[in-house]
């Protein structure tokens, strides 16, 4: 048979040949017959009806070689676009699945530094009250000293003032 996967320009250049190949045939039959005009006119009848059963027959069987291979195109065609939603379902689930991941990521890291910065935060507000607290202790020892000196000087004073007063009583 001929090549039946060589596509349609083959398969034309087959059927032209065998149609011209045939035409030739029955001519030449026709010049060189050394029959009566009967049995030649039977003959080319005969030759004729095999050239196109031939021709029928190698027609159908390009066709069906043609629409095998449409049928496999499809296919692949069909596959290939099978694969690409695939894949672009793969991509897009990953791109969602990452997205989320990194949100949670920053919600968390978030979380985090929220609370660094409250324990932080509070951390200093302690520091501060126990600083205040200490300022307020050493300004009370300070006021208890001064009032404490105060005292001091005040009860020195009325005993040099008692002191004067003897002194001026006994001289006096």
């Known amino acids: 048979m001929g090549n039946q996967e060589g596509g349609g320009s083959s398969a034309g250049v087959f059927l032209a040949g065998l149609l011209i190949g045939g035409a030739i ?25 095999e ?13 069906e070689a043609a629409k095998t291979k449409a049928n496999e195109i499809s296919a692949k065609a069909t596959e290939v676009g099978d694969t690409v939603k695939a894949k672009t379902s793969e ?13 949670d990521t920053v919600k968390s890291r978030a979380n985090e530094l929220g609370a660094k910065a409250s324990d932080t935060l509070s951390t200093v507000k302690e520091t501060a009250q126990s600083l205040a607290e200490r300022g307020r202790s050493l300004m009370n020892q300070q006021k208890d000293r001064l009032d404490d ?5 005040k009860q020195a004073a009325q005993e040099k003032e008692q002191e004067l ?3 001026v009583e006994a001289s006096g």
């Open 25 to 49: 045939g029955a001519v030449v039959a026709l010049l060189y017959a050394p029959q009566r005009g009967d049995d030649t006119r039977d003959y080319l009848k005969q030759k004729t009806n």
């Open 51 to 63: 050239y196109g059963d031939t021709v029928k027959t190698k027609a159908g069987e390009l066709t």
């Open 165 to 167: 007063k003897a002194s």
């Open 91 to 103: 991509v897009t689930e990953t791109v969602k699945a990452k997205a989320v991941e990194m949100g």
């Open 149 to 153: 000196a105060i005292d001091a000087g």
